[in-house]
């Protein structure tokens, strides 16, 4: 059965376009919509979110994943389950956030402030493990790379910030975590969007920021940070959100003037095939120009989306439509229209197992445990003697297991006829293959345990 892909898609409730007739209602919500047809899928109520403010946690194990969406202008977080339409939990926050986001493992929460402050908690406690002024202006974006290893952070300060999350966590430094692990501070306009590459890691990579000083620049994640690129839209262009492909292979560009732009990130060499990367001078070069349009829409761009094929491009903007585009051609394919204010969230992800208009399971799925999030940080022994949820369910290769254990019943009740028919010198045999079979069951059970107990360490560290 081949796969769903849904859009994932929320809007702020201020500055959208007046409702349209017969088009979205004036009720904010979190949408979920099939990518293949546009149809409706699922609406979380109510919810009205800033930019990058809104995040996942996966379905995983058998555990129910969850939606975290900062509310505007609100010191509080909402979370939605898959399985059910309605609020699943409100989260209390130390102060209003400006941005929000949970690392790719579901370990770890980071928001930002409009004081330059940023929170790091981790999920399954609550607990908040880091809590430091990152900037001197607001924090506008939060981005976690692929490992979970490192935290960049960008402002309107036009700095951009990474941190190394063990050291964010390591309670034995206090005070030495504020310090960044490197600073991508070329940019002399606040930042507007970041995007970092598939590959990254804490052994390094590539990350893009974009500014409204109209540039778009291209970073090495490996000390000493270098910039690899730096460029140059057309003068009246601002950047607004940035979506890099998984092969790193384009940069697509949304721009405050309706263009979206494209940046191919290599380049033909020689005059018979061959490639080579695209690539400036460094700090000081001259800029390569990104003047070339390749789409154009009605309204400001305000977030961007690439399917997990990457043959569609998805254009949210500030009027609350969701343009779908066809790749390479760019050729339009379809308009969403459910939102009546800017888009602040788009993404596209593979149907959860356990959304709630799944088919009907025997066994459903248990959402994941969320406690509060503390807003001030505990002292290393009340952090110590913190609990964790942790889910437990039966593997689904449990039944071997059992099988193996009723064995040794059973073998002695065979062994017992086979003594009665074949006499005494078949027990012998059987005697062996019990032990044997005994023996078998203890290293089973042994990694077992082993695996068990690496899986409650992993969970806990």
Same mark, same amino acid.
């Given at each position: ?13 201020? %500055? %959208? ?23 409706? +899928? ?27 969406? +900062? ?9 939605? @389950? ?9 989260? $209390? ?13 579901? #370990? ?18 609550? /607990? ?57 501070? !070329?940019?002399? #306009?606040?930042?507007?969007?970041? @995007?970092?590459? *598939? ?38 262009? *601002? ?29 033909? *060499? ?7 990367? +695209? ?10 120009? /990104? ?6 829409? !009605? ?31 760019? &050729? ?13 969230? #788009? ?37 110590? @003697? ?38 005494? !010198? ?5 005697? &062996? ?11 089973? +059970?042994?990694?077992?345990? *082993? ?7 992993? $969970?806990? @560290?």
């Amino acid at each position: 059965m081949a796969t769903q892909e849904l859009v994932l898609s929320a809007s702020s409730s201020s %500055g %959208g376009s007046a409702s349209r007739s017969g088009g979205p209602t004036s009720t904010p919500a979190i949408h979920l919509h099939d990518l293949a047809t546009s149809s409706h +899928v699922q609406a979380f109520k109510t919810s009205s979110n800033g930019p990058n403010s809104l995040a996942t946690v996966r379905s995983h194990n058998g555990v129910g994943g969850t939606v975290w969406a +900062v509310q505007e202008g609100k010191a509080i977080a909402g979370v939605w @389950a898959w399985q059910k339409d309605q609020q699943h939990m409100k989260l $209390h926050l130390p102060e209003r956030l400006t941005c929000f986001t949970i690392s790719p493992n579901g #370990l770890w929460a980071a928001g930002g402030s409009p004081n330059g402050q940023v929170y790091l908690w981790e999920i399954a406690s609550g /607990a908040l493990q880091a809590s430091w002024t990152a900037h001197y202006r607001t924090v506008n974006s939060l981005t976690f790379t692929p490992d979970s290893a490192l935290l960049i952070s960008a402002s309107t300060d036009a700095s951009v910030h990474v941190f190394v999350v063990a050291h964010l966590l390591d309670s034995d430094t206090p005070g030495t975590y504020s310090q960044p692990y490197g600073t991508l501070g !070329d940019h002399t #306009l606040g930042i507007t969007a970041v @995007a970092v590459g *598939k590959t990254a890691n804490a052994n390094g990579g590539r990350c893009w920021t974009a500014a409204e000083d109209g540039t778009v620049k291209m970073w090495s994640l490996s000390p000493p940070f270098d910039l690899l690129a730096t460029f140059s839209l057309p003068s009246a262009a *601002k950047a607004s959100s940035l979506v890099v492909d998984s092969a790193e292979r384009f940069v697509y560009v949304g721009s405050n003037e309706g263009n979206v732009y494209l940046i191919p990130l290599f380049k033909r *060499k020689g005059a018979v095939g061959g490639a080579e990367a +695209v690539e400036g001078e460094g700090l000081g070069a001259a800029a390569i120009k /990104a003047d070339l349009a390749c789409l154009t829409v !009605d309204s400001p761009v305000t977030s961007l989306a690439l399917s997990h094929g990457e043959s569609q491009l998805l254009v949210g903007t500030r009027n609350g439509d969701i343009h779908i585009h066809s790749l390479p051609s760019h &050729q339009q394919l379809r308009t969403i229209t459910a939102h009546s204010g800017p888009i602040t969230h #788009l993404s596209t992800l593979i149907k959860p197992a356990d959304l709630s208009n799944s088919a009907t399971r025997n066994d459903p799925w248990p959402v994941m445990e969320i406690r509060n999030l503390d807003r001030t940080r505990t002292s290393a022994s009340t952090k110590h @003697a913190q609990t964790v949820g942790i889910s437990l369910r039966p593997s689904i290769n449990s039944g071997r297991l059992d099988k193996l254990r009723r064995a040794t019943p059973q073998i002695h009740i065979a062994s017992g006829r086979q003594e009665m028919s074949n006499g005494e !010198d078949n027990s012998a045999a059987l005697s &062996q293959e019990v032990r044997e079979l005994r023996s078998a069951l203890d290293r089973a +059970v042994k990694l077992n345990e *082993k695996m068990w107990n690496g899986v409650v360490d992993l $969970h806990l @560290a």
